[in-house]
Each structure stands twice: as C-alpha cells, then as structure tokens.
Nanobody, 122 residues
Framework: QVQLVESGGGLVQAGGSLRLSCQASGLNFSTYAAGWFRQPPGKEREFVAAIDSSGRLTGYADTVKGRFTFSRDNAENRVYLQLNNLKPEDTAIYYC???????????????WGQGTQVTVSS
C-alpha cells in the first residue's frame, strides 16, 4: 500500500553534488513527517535529517549540517535531499522514510524506501 521510491544516487568525486529524491504513494503525504537516514559500508544506519509535515526542518546531523539541504513538495508527494561538497565519508546507502509522528534520531520512520547508493571517490 505505502510505497517510497528513491532515485538520484550515483558515483561522484569529492567536492561534487547529488540530488536525491523520494516519491511517496499510498499515504496522505501532507500529514506525514519525513526523514533521511544513511548506512555506510560496515556500519549501522544513522540519522541524516528530518522535516515536519509542513516543510519545517526539525534536525540535521552535525556531519552534514551546512552541506545538505532537505526539502519537500507536498503537491507532488515528494521529498528531496540536496548533497553538496560531498566527502568520501558520505559514501552510504541513503534511505528515506515517513511517519505520522515526528522523526528523531532515536525514533526512526515507520515506512521506508528501498535505499539508493551514493559513492564518493577521493
């Protein structure tokens, strides 16, 4: 029923940029908070950013603050993550998620996308 489909990942050199998107369907998206998490190779999934249902940013991880920008377009049921000044340590599988309650680093989303690979070369 609920589906989140991500796109925009790829291979980029350090200092480059990517724009990730997540298309939502099967839910009343305008009432959902959304978030991005990532899982580096060999490590646990970690929090990246969260946004509330009206588009207000509720948090960024310190490691991405000032480089990544989270936004949403409720009319198109879509959220975006703009990744700028990428570093090799940003290499990870990036996942989007959605919940009816606020998303926190210790409270992950109820619904998840499939993940998209971001690889940053040195």
């Amino acid at each position: 029923q609920v589906q989140l489909v991500e796109s925009g990942g790829g291979l980029v050199q350090a200092g480059g940029s990517l724009r990730l998107s997540c298309q939502a369907s099967g839910l009343n998206f305008s009432t959902y908070a959304a978030g991005w998490f990532r899982q580096p190779p060999g490590k646990e999934r970690e929090f990246v950013a969260a946004i509330d249902s009206s588009g207000r940013l509720t948090g960024y991880a310190d490691t991405v603050k000032g480089r990544f920008t989270f936004s949403r377009d409720n009319a198109e049921n879509r959220v975006y993550l703009q990744l700028n000044n990428l570093k090799p340590e940003d290499t990870a599988i990036y996942y989007c998620g959605a919940s009816t309650t606020p998303i926190l680093p210790i409270r992950p989303p109820v619904y998840w996308g499939q993940g998209t690979q971001v690889t940053v070369s040195s």
